[in-house]
């Protein structure tokens, strides 16, 4: 479930790219965007955001219930109810695969997701942490046999 809420949970935003082009993707950089999230930004713009365009999708696919609570509410998975410990999975896993880039984890202090998801999880910042740095070098391993195939 939570690799396929995974995988699924910003479907919305392939529609909103599709609908409406380079007006919406241009807006995945914070600087054209202005002081709004992405959330605050396809609100104000759209009147929902992509987690609510994706998760009407998936009911309409008719996927289960839980796998759209958790794309629903990946942004706010308090609200996700029974679905929560998945939405705040999906949650942390968006965030870590956006700050893969950088060169150390660091937590953003100013994300008010990442509270809230780590504490439905019974988690800490440092096993966030500890969990990016496993990422990390998987994915240079990875990379490197990558390399090794060209």
Not at 68 to 80: G, I, M, N, T
Not at 126 to 144: H, P, S, T
């Amino acid at each position: 479930m939570a690799f396929t809420a995974g995988l699924l949970h910003d479907i919305g935003k392939v529609i909103f790219a599709g609908a409406h082009g380079k007006n919406y993707t241009q807006n995945f950089d914070a600087a054209k965007r202005g002081s709004l999230t992405l959330i605050e930004w396809e609100k104000e713009h759209y009147g929902c955001d992509h987690a609510e365009v994706g998760a009407v999708l998936l009911e309409r696919w008719k996927i289960p219930p839980e796998i759209v609570a958790a794309v629903r509410f990946h942004h706010q998975p308090s609200a996700a109810g029974e679905y929560a410990p998945l939405a705040a999975s999906v949650c942390l896993g968006n965030f870590l695969s956006s700050t893969l880039e950088l060169p150390a984890f660091a937590m953003d202090p100013a994300n008010p997701e990442l509270p809230p998801a780590l504490q439905l999880l019974n988690l800490a910042a440092d096993d966030l942490g500890d969990q990016w740095k496993r990422i990390r070098q998987n994915w240079e391993f990875v990379q490197q046999l990558l390399v090794l195939r060209k």
